[in-house]
């Protein structure tokens, strides 16, 4: 791997690209370390001292995929999160509105079109989110129980918050421009990859926070057991992801003129994780609500205590229950709008496909349903495994929840990099050159 690495660089056009992507990940991690106008970075860091750097479980998702800066209120404090979720929308509403679907049939005109329409939404949502952090943050509610966690935003006027909301909404825009300068001329793929880096960024940090928070040999036995549950869980992500139900299909011979067309046979890859990481975000977010409702709410009331007792730490019985349960149910709901049986089976049968022992049309959809029922039991029931394992395994020694290296972080990280690893390896079989995997 090292040696074919070291290809990679010697060839000139894939060395460009390579360098051309490391220095938009440095540029997007000094991003990461500015501050905000208006905000007091030396009160910030003393909230974070006091209270650590995951130490608001409200907001550990976001900031973990700003790589920290959510917490440390820098220009990029939103970072891929706003376009993430704008992605998300789109896709679900490409299944609800006509217009959105026939533009993704149009081919690379109408997907532009929708990339356009990502590109606004995440504008929007990046105003929206940048104005609930600023209003967090004014009044003190970021770092809880921070002795200075007031003092954080000095000037509370009006144009002070919205110059904020300004620089944050930008510092999006200019995050979701680096990944498409990645995608057309780097290595391809830029939004995975900045999400990559704000992952891994936390990744040191963190292990080492476990070992300071332990306390059984100084903390090395918590580290020791972390790492062993982190390899373990990387080796199940990569087999699993690797592994794909492939559905044979046969294309009759067609005579055109005196040409012969057809007659050769593929398959249908069916990934047993064909939902991958948006589950895990779906339930994620879906369980942040309740505890944002009560925080901003200020509510003492019963049902505010409950959902603060059973639904705001990660550890109780009742979260991992409805967290498994969440993740199972959004595995087969955006499998069932992403995957249609009925539109492959017509697509089949038009182009003179068909499934060895299978007729075509009807007995095509019911059989590819079938199929995929089957296979989505197994992949959601991993990927709730994968999201819940680090936070068991950390709750048995008592150590901090609120820490990159859990399932969601593994996913995308093991993710990325494998789809990484075989776009430089494709082109370096374009050069006779052996790659990565080999």
Known sequence: MLTAFARAFKTPDLRKKLLFTLGIIVLFRLGSHIPVPGVSYKNVQICV??????SNSL???VN????????QITIFALGIMPYITASIILQLLTVVIPKLETLKKEGQSGTAKITQYTRYLTVALAILQ??????TARTGALFGSCTVASQIVPNRSIFTTVVMVITMTAGT??????GELITDRGIGNGMSILMFISIAAGFIGALWAIKEQGKIADGWVEFGVVMLVGLAMVGLVVFVEQAQRR???QYAKRMIGRRAYGGTSTYIPLKVNQAGIIPVIFASSLLYIPALVV????STAGWATWINRYFVKGDHPYYIAVYFLLIVFFAFFYVAISFNPEEVADNMKKYGGFIPGIRAGRPTAEYLSYVLNRITWPGSLYLGLIALVPTMALAGFGANQNFPFGGTSILIIVGVGLETVKQIESQLQQR?????LR
């Open 247 to 249: 559905i044979p299909v």
């Open 432 to 436: 006779n050159y052996e790659g990565f």
């Open 173 to 178: 825009c200019v995050v979701m421009w680096l």
């Open 295 to 298: 925080q901003f709410s200020g």
């Open 49 to 54: 001292d006091q209270m650590g750097s995951g």
């Open 130 to 135: 940048g104005t609930g952090l600023v209003a």
């Open 64 to 71: 973990m995929f700003s790589g920290g800066a959510l917490l």
């Open 59 to 61: 907001f550990g998702l």
